[in-house]
């Protein structure tokens, strides 16, 4: 434990250099998938079905059956999906939805642009994930129209209690799913779990796109079909504008694009869980994990009843922002989802929170370091990974 809180920064000079481990590479990816991509995207060239049309209904369709629903409908963005599924829920103006303030800001700032009030409860300090207890004391206290927990670094809200609290109080259920595809909550996949779900396919998601694109799935046909209304100008036959609406249509590249990832995503994902568990293997042996961070590093909690995929792979990490220098330094990736809570964010201080109210997030804000985690991530690169941060804290 001294060992690791007196840590002297560099002392690499002593082993070796260590090979450049990027946080993120898509050329791998990219060249096993070169010559599918470039034919579907040929096609949908051929085709000149540039916005929705069929290679988007194809990726509907496998997506809605890979989430276990009856609607899938695909959009231009993850934020735009949070949007939608609150819109399409008719959720709106007046209404407040309780979610967490540990996100991506489009989390809450969707919300907003739904023209509902975020609600912010802290998280639970294991998973990172919104709080049922917190939420539920809030619930209690206030008129909630909808909770949204998010399916943080790729592991499952505690779905089964946040759907309890929602029958209780008469709450929708949205999932910011954003990061979370193809992860499970007792055996019933992310997508599924509450009234709609919102995806992103942002490039460096596990399920992501060649460009901006998001999907909404729900089981109920009216909320489908409101999100098909919304996403295209408000229009359910052409040129009669029911609602206002936006223009949040997923083009057909992406759609195509997404088509031949689907498939492969599975098998994505199982290495993403082995690498985790090589990382955890690692760690144990350099004898560097401990319970907290006063002690050493804090491997990610994995939720039995859930199946985690590992979108990232998240420590908690004493002295986190020298060890970040430290693996820049040396060419080793990392990142941190997220250093500013929400509530802290300037352009939210309207909603009128301050340091202190969600005191969970704002310490993981300060520990949390993601590591390089993604399919084509060789087992020698999380061995330097980890050897880099053994010699950090040597
Ligand atoms: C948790 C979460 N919610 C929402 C979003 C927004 O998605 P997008 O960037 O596709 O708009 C993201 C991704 O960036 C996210 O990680």
Known sequence: MQKILNADPDVSGQ????????????????????????????????????????????????????CDVMYAKGCASGTDAIWLALAGLNIGDGDKVITTPFSFFASVSAIIRSGATPVLADIDERTFNLSPGTASVIAEKEKI????????????????????????????????????????????????????????????????????????????????????????????KRYYHDEIGWNARMDGFQGAVLEIKLHRLAAGNERRRAIAALYG??????????????????????????????????????????????????????????????????SLKFLGYKLGDFPVAECAAKEVLALPIYPELRDDEVETVVEGIRRFYA
């Open 281 to 346: 293997t690692l760690f144990a042996d350099a004898g560097l994990t401990a319970a907290c961070t006063s002690a050493g590093i804090v491997l990610p909690y994995v939720d039995q009843r859930g199946t985690h995929i590992f979108h990232q792979y998240v420590i908690r990490a004493p002295r986190r922002d020298a060890l970040r220098d430290f693996l820049n330094n040396h060419k080793i990736g990392s990142e941190v989802y997220y250093p500013l809570p929400l509530h802290l964010q300037e």
């Open 145 to 236: 129209a909808a909770i949204m927990p998010v399916h943080l670094y790729g592991q499952c809200a505690e779905m089964d209690r946040f759907r309890v609290l929602g029958e209780q109080h008469g709450v929708k259920l949205v999932e910011d799913a954003a990061q979370a595809f193809g992860a499970m909550w007792q055996g019933q996949p992310a997508g599924s779990l509450g009234d709609a779900a919102a995806f992103s396919f942002y490039p460096t998601k596990n399920l992501s796109a060649f460009g901006e694109a998001g999907l909404v799935t729900t089981t109920h046909e009216a909320v489908a079909e409101r999100v098909a209304m919304l996403r295209s100008h408000g229009m359910r």
């Open 15 to 66: 082993y070796g250099a260590l090979q450049a481990v990027p946080m993120l590479d898509f050329s791998r990816e990219y060249a096993q998938i070169r010559e599918q991509v470039l034919s579907a995207i040929t096609e949908v060239c051929d085709t000149q079905k540039f916005i929705l049309g069929p290679a988007v209904e194809r990726f509907e369709k496998a997506a809605a059956q890979a």
